[in-house]
Nanobody, 126 residues
């Protein structure tokens, strides 16, 4: 089992940056592929980014490509989401998720993830 706790959300202005963190419990974090998702009010949960435990390969939604960067620090059991050039449409609750142990290629569907954090609110004002 993996427990995930996000932090770093807040209220910012358009064009600002934020870095979200997701701290994971457990000794096997290094072999979990991880993802970030977001959900705005009245909308479906959507994929933002993912990082494989294999060579740290990364994957991004088109809407955030070039602005957001996902990374991980296995020594700290933490995955990050650096968000630059934020837009009002980035406003959402951001959640991190862990794919089943050993998953090599993390997909974009929430159904492919086994463990979820509680989420952190990001609000971008115009």
């Amino acid at each position: 089992q993996v427990q995930l706790v996000e932090s770093g959300g807040g209220l910012v202005q358009a064009g600002d940056s934020l870095r979200l963190s997701c701290a994971a419990s457990g000794r096997t974090f290094r072999i979990y592929s991880m993802g970030w998702f977001r959900q705005a009010p009245g909308k479906e949960r959507e994929f933002v980014a993912a990082i494989s435990w294999i060579a740290g390969s990364t994957y991004y939604a088109d809407s955030v490509k070039g602005r957001f960067t996902i990374s991980r620090d296995n020594a700290k059991n933490t995955v990050y989401l650096q968000m630059n050039s934020l837009k009002p449409e980035d406003t959402a609750v951001y959640s991190c998720a862990a794919a089943p142990l050993g998953t090599e290629v993390p997909g974009p569907s929430p159904n492919e993830y086994a463990y979820w954090g509680q989420g952190t609110q990001v609000t971008v004002s115009s």
